[in-house]
């Protein structure tokens, strides 16, 4: 089933450490996201890829990094957790300049950082 | 930059009612205007899609409406049921390759 798959989809991590969140779509969307989403803030982006090999900063980019090196893949790392970092992180992608299409998410990964 | 409302937080309704969900943003120049659906621990499913060319788009119970020169949109479910209880939110963006913002959605819940 064509799709958007995150891993993991929960993880308890010791602030302080890396991590990296795994995202990966076989749709062949040009464009991917992530974004964070917090109890009363809502869905925040976080950054962006519109195509393999670029990257931008969304809303709330701080303490994040990202890489595309191809269509399908698109990692978050997180260099040093803080707590503040505790939150759902959704992966989603969509192909660039199609109106039609609407974004498609995969089911989260449920951080926790202590 | 594209800011999007969805008032009120929360709505509890009873099974069968009709009723409209309601979403406001502030940049007319929108590229398109999207519904999802969220169902507690899961990710966001989409529901419509109105290109910024139409004024509305139905799928089964749900019809999806826009008004760029007012700002808002509209999800009216009709007949609604308990399986219909979840998180709604709409999202906005205002280009091609622009970055959507949501709302921060509207908590359905449908008694029996």
């Known amino acids: 089933i064509a799709g958007i798959t995150q891993a993991p989809t929960s993880q308890i991590l010791a602030a302080g450490r890396r991590m990296t969140l795994r995202c990966t779509q076989d749709?062949?969307?040009?464009?991917m996201y992530w974004y964070r989403q917090d109890l009363g803030l809502g869905l925040r982006l976080i950054h962006y890829?519109?195509?393999?090999?670029?990257?931008g900063k969304g809303e709330v980019p701080d303490g994040y990094s990202v890489s595309r090196a191809n269509t399908d893949d698109f990692p978050l790392t997180l260099a040093s957790a803080v707590p503040s970092q505790t939150s759902v992180y959704f992966c989603?992608?969509?192909?660039?300049?199609?109106?039609?299409?609407?974004?498609?998410f995969g089911n989260g990964t449920r951080l926790t950082v202590t | 930059k594209q800011e999007v409302t969805q008032i009120p937080a929360a709505l509890s309704v009873p099974e069968g009612e009709n009723l409209v969900l309601n979403c406001s943003f502030t940049?007319?120049?929108?590229?398109?205007l999207q519904w999802f659906r969220q169902d507690p621990g899961k990710g966001l499913t989409s529901l419509l899609l109105?290109?910024?060319?139409?004024r509305e788009q139905t799928s089964g119970r749900l019809n999806a409406s826009l008004d760029k020169s007012s700002g808002r949109s509209t999800l009216y479910i009709a007949a609604s049921q308990p399986g219909d209880s979840a998180t709604y939110l709409c999202?906005?963006?205002?280009?091609?390759?622009?970055?959507?913002?949501f709302g921060k959605g509207i908590t359905l819940s449908v008694r029996p």
């Open positions: 999202a906005g963006g205002t280009g091609a390759n622009s970055k959507l913002t």
């Open positions: 989603a992608s969509i192909p660039v300049g199609q109106a039609e299409s609407p974004l498609h």
């Open positions: 749709m062949r969307h040009n464009a």
């Open positions: 890829s519109n195509t393999a090999g670029t990257t």
């Open positions: 940049d007319s120049a929108i590229y398109n």
């Open positions: 109105i290109q910024s060319s139409q």
